[in-house]
């Protein structure tokens, strides 16, 4: 609303008969009088309050409160506000997010694209969606980016553009932003040549790289940013880029201790059967240089292609099953992951896990969060677990057809006995009924 609205409205209020003004004190008539004041000139706020205002609203309501007055436009263009920023692009009349106007893109290529230091392309499925953002990263040639991500949020739209578009799109910031520290480019085109152009200008800052379902990068692009990037934090990407050569580079005394390595496992080929098996020696190194590391494995794989992995010791924390995994493998992760932290399984079938389950809890130690969807637990084994593990189960989502009545316990009486090992209130997970 702009100043002049609210001088006549003000004004109203004071001069109108139907109101019966009371009578007021000395003091309470200046704190009237006081507050008229702020009302009447909004324009008088300081810079820094109307740019933290400013940081809480939405682009369009943004960018129409820079045209009530000269000053509130001044905000509009202070740097700090331009920080951060994400480009929506959508061709879909039915997506949920609107599209960025193409005037504001223009406006912030021309003005902002100095200021900008966290940046993220938000498209949809259409590939005129990611070859508009592709045309956007190609103009930010004075850009000083830090963080940088691509988001496909349907289909990965980004690999059907060409690779040498995107690729020649991405080098641009690879070169002149010299600062970038974390970037998440999964699911696009990227490859070996265009990472060795992002660590020969950014091998100082890189902190975090997600470059997972990048079938254009080998285990070689990913060795040369090991054994260039000494501050790498965390890492994610493919199992097939893996192998024990990485692991040893990630373990050089040159390298600062790797936090968070994630790693997803999908079929390379569909029907793929046979993975290549990383050397417990490897592993070991690995935790031996960086033995705070959180190793995070999402596993997309049917059953039969599980066999290569837990055969011995895996040093992973957090393990993601997103299909179902047979109870012999289970038996495996609970001899054979001693660090593990967290469990997700989506299925299993229909044969109860209760040794299993109870392996887990005897030999993982450090284990604090389950998850079972598609699964069957006795509940006696599963209290049992849940005695086992004790009050470090901070998470405990465990869908209530999991839990399979017997002669000891009823579901009416299960929630009660695990809540009393737990050290609080706890029930099963129900499905919605919608």
């Known amino acids: ?59 369009m309501d943004r ?20 920080r951060k920023f994400e480009f929506e692009l959508n061709k879909s009349a039915t997506s949920y997010f609107n599209s960025t106007h193409p005037d504001l893109i223009q406006q912030i290529i021309k003005k902002h694209a100095a200021h900008l230091q966290y940046v993220s392309f938000k498209v949809d499925s259409s590939t005129e969606s990611a070859e508009a953002a592709c045309d956007i990263l190609s103009q930010l040639v004075n850009c000083s980016i830090q963080t940088l991500g691509l988001i496909s949020t349907a289909k990965p739209s980004f690999m059907n553009v060409s690779k040498s578009h995107f690729v020649s799109a991405l080098t641009v910031v690879f070169v002149n932003s010299k600062s970038l520290s974390s970037i998440k480019i999964e699911d696009t085109p990227v490859d070996d040549p265009s990472l060795k152009i992002l660590v020969a200008n950014n091998s100082d800052t890189l902190r975090r790289l997600k470059m997972s379902s990048c079938p254009h990068v080998s285990s070689d692009g990913i060795l040369c940013v090991a054994d260039h990037c000494q501050g790498l934090r965390e890492l994610a990407l ?3 880029m893996l192998s024990d050569e990485l692991l040893l580079a990630l373990s050089s005394e040159t390298h600062v201790n790797l936090e968070h390595l994630r790693i997803d496992v999908v079929s390379e080929n569909p029907g793929q059967i046979k993975f290549l098996s990383i050397k417990k020696q490897s592993w070991d190194v690995l935790i031996k240089h960086s033995p705070g590391v959180n190793v995070v494995m999402y596993f997309f794989l049917y059953e039969e292609e599980l066999e290569t992995f837990f055969k011995e010791e895996t040093p992973v924390t957090h393990l993601y099953f997103g299909r179902s995994i047979s109870k012999a493998i289970l038996g495996r992760i609970g001899l054979n992951c001693p660090r593990l932290i967290e469990l997700v399984v989506c299925a299993n079938g229909l044969q109860a896990l209760d040794n299993e389950l109870i392996c887990i809890a005897e030999h993982c130690k450090n284990l604090t969060a389950l998850g079972l969807s598609e699964c069957e637990v006795s509940c006696s084994a599963f209290i049992e ?15 209530e057809e999991v839990l399979i009545p017997d002669d000891d316990y009823s579901l009416d009486e299960i929630h009660a006995e695990v809540s009393k090992y737990l050290g609080r209130v706890w029930f099963p997970d129900v499905m919605p009924l919608w």
């Not at 139907?18 to 706020?45: C, E, I, M, R």
């Not at 960018?63 to 331009?82: M, Q, T, Y």
Request: charged share 15%; proline share 5%; net charge positive.
């Open 1 to 59: 609303m702009k100043r002049n609205n609210l001088s006549v409205v003000n004004k109203v209020v004071q001069s109108s008969p139907a109101v019966k003004q009371p009578k007021l004190g000395f003091y309470s008539s200046l704190n009237q009088t006081h507050t008229y004041t702020v009302l009447l000139d909004w324009g008088s706020l300081p810079h820094y309050v109307v740019l933290r205002i400013f940081q809480y609203l939405p682009l």
């Open 63 to 82: 960018a129409r409160a820079s045209s009530v007055c000269k000053r509130w436009n001044e905000v509009f263009h202070i740097p700090d506000l331009w």
């Open 238 to 240: 493919n199992y097939y």
């Open 385 to 399: 677990f849940v005695r086992l593990c004790g009050r470090r189960l901070t998470q405990l989502s465990i869908m």
